[in-house]
């Protein structure tokens, strides 16, 4: 069975036009691009719109998984707690003849949208090319094996799958994750100063014999 592909926030957070939505809720990273097209000039799409690269997991019920209810003090029936406005294919207050139904599976039930995970935490390592002595710092998700960190590093280093992985002299495990191959977080109390690189987990890369391009 294939992994999910795993997101940081950040890299979701690019994606924050009509032309290049993603969203994040309840752990799992859409992509509603196609949606926003489908449905071009809709006014509810409007607050789907202003979220364009944020989470809204806060839209949502996590039991159900369903957008989240309240019910109306003055007439007593329940509704859809939208904040920001009613959006795509939630129903109107009141009944109404002109609004269709028949969409199927609502936007934010549709498997379709969904291009991966997004990640429940994130840290920054350092990555040393013994052979450049070239050093590139990089965010990655802690759910990530370090086949995956690889391929993130490729953009860096066409050549990474050449070198054999380390830290601390020994040989990395690609099919774990950092913790599982014994890699310590960084120390939180310094991340995000300006001498966090220093408390930043390093691998080194040393150059093997071939030149394999992935």
Avoid at 75 to 84: E, H, L, S, V, W
Avoid at 155 to 171: D, F, L, M, Q
Wanted: with cysteine; net charge negative.
């Amino acid at each position: 069975m294939r992994r999910p592909k795993y997101f940081t926030p950040k890299e979701v957070s690019v994606h924050n036009t009509l032309k290049d939505i993603w969203v994040s809720y309840l752990g799992k990273v859409y992509d509603l691009t196609p949606l926003l097209e489908e449905c071009k000039g809709d006014v509810l799409l409007k607050p789907i719109a202003e979220c364009a690269g944020k989470d809204i997991s806060h839209w949502f019920d996590p039991k159900t998984k369903d957008i989240l209810t309240h019910v109306d003090p003055l007439t007593g029936c329940i509704k859809y707690y939208t904040p920001r406005g009613r959006f795509l294919h939630i129903p109107p207050p009141c009944p109404r003849t002109d609004w269709a139904n028949d969409f199927g599976k609502p936007w934010w039930k549709d498997n379709r949208y969904e291009v991966g995970l997004l990640s429940a935490k994130t840290r920054w390592i350092r990555i040393i090319n013994t052979l450049t002595s070239q050093e590139q710092r990089l965010e990655v998700c802690s759910e990530e094996t370090l086949d995956e960190i690889l391929q993130r590093y490729l953009r860096y280093n066409s050549h990474a799958a050449s070198y054999t992985w380390k830290h601390n002299g020994v040989n990395l495990d690609m099919s774990k994750t950092l913790s599982e191959n014994g890699i310590p977080e960084e120390d939180e109390f310094y991340c995000g100063s300006p001498d966090c690189d220093l408390f930043s987990p390093s691998i080194c890369l040393y150059f093997n014999d071939d030149l394999t391009e992935l």
